[in-house]
């Protein structure tokens, strides 16, 4: 049952992820794997916020089996965002298409190559017309936020045109917008990303990029140059440009700051950024200022690294507070 009003709306890749258990090992030779874990970033995201206390939710598509009921790797994702809270009525289980996955690997320097099965799974169903549903529109009744992602934008036209109408939709109720760029080159080239993530940047009043995204999206040499693009003529908006473990970097019209990150021993990356978006909306929507929103990330980010497993290192608001309280910044 959806608690109205939300306070953060999110849509896309619903998946699990399997990923290797050693550094070094390509996709294309023979190894090891982990897994499922449930993941997908919009629903990393949409985790992490509900532990923080949020009131959110997320759409998306699962696979089902011919009865209706949602296939194994559905319900891996399905029974982690109720235990988590998180609304599922805009989660749909579709017969005849398999819950979508992620074969991820590592390399020893932080790097990760995917490869995805999207389009053709039940993730790759998203398009407009699941916005008709009178349930699913009723998502926007009030909504405080709308969280965009860009890997969300790239799986496919319908998914795009979908991203495109929530937009609209969220813009006429009232609804702050978060941009963060996150983008998938195995599923959409820069130049095209450009182009598809022009209408959700000139809308945001929030965007999350990392420092190498600015600069990609910008055409910017260096990441002032990026932010100061991002920000013109923006007298309202927050660009929050992350660096890592190093932190990240709050951006306005007249203002910037640097924030430290926090150290932590490092176990899985994977949806670290996630988190960071999920804490920083949290608290700017909480009613913090960037600045202190952005430490609260960083703490969020730090810690989603220190476990193995997408969602496994989305904080609870207690832990994220104890953390920040003995935690150690560069």
């Known amino acids: 049952m959806t608690i109205y009003p939300l306070d953060i709306l999110t849509f896309g890749e619903a998946l699990v992820e399997i990923m290797r258990t050693a550094l070094d090992v390509p996709l294309d030779h023979a190894g090891g794997f982990t897994g499922p ?45 109720i235990t988590d809270g998180v609304d599922t009525s805009g989660v749909i289980a579709l017969p005849g298409y398999t819950t979508g996955a992620a074969f991820v690997a590592y390399t020893t320097g932080g790097a990760r190559d995917f490869v995805y099965h999207l389009r053709h799974a039940a993730a790759g169903q998203l398009s407009s017309a699941l916005l008709d549903r009178p349930h699913i529109a009723a998502l ?5 936020c709308l969280h965009i992602m860009g890997s969300s ?3 496919h036209a319908d998914a795009l045109a979908l991203g495109v109408h929530m937009l609209e939709t969220a813009r006429a109720n009232g609804a702050k917008i978060s941009f963060d760029p996150n983008i998938r080159p195995q599923l959409m080239p820069l130049d095209q990303a450009r182009a598809a993530f022009a209408p959700f940047i000139a809308a945001a009043d929030v965007i999350l990029p990392t420092a ?3 600069m990609l999206l910008t055409g910017e040499a260096s990441v002032e140059a990026a932010a100061r693009a991002l920000t013109a003529g923006k007298s309202g908006r927050v660009v929050v440009i992350t660096h890592g473990a190093d932190g990240c970097t709050v951006y ?11 150290i932590v021993d490092e176990v899985d ?37 220190t476990v193995q497993g997408p969602m496994a290192g989305a904080a ?12 150690k910044s560069l």
């Open 252 to 262: 306005s019209a007249d203002e910037t700051t640097h924030v430290s990150g926090f």
């Open 37 to 81: 874990y449930p993941s997908g970033a919009p629903f990393i995201f949409a985790v992490q916020a509900a532990r923080l206390g949020a009131t959110v939710s997320a759409i998306g598509c699962i696979g089902a089996a011919h009865d209706g009921r949602p296939d194994a790797f559905g319900r891996n994702l399905l029974d982690q965002l």
């Open 316 to 327: 609870t608001r207690a832990q994220v507070e104890a953390f920040m309280q003995t935690a």
């Open 212 to 214: 190498d995204e600015a």
């Open 140 to 144: 926007f009744d009030k909504l405080r």
């Open 153 to 155: 934008l790239s799986m």
């Open 269 to 305: 990356p994977t949806g670290a950024g996630d988190c960071f978006d999920a804490g920083f909306l949290v608290r700017w929507l909480g009613g913090d200022t960037p600045q202190h929103a952005a430490r609260y990330a960083n703490a969020c980010g730090a810690l989603a690294v």
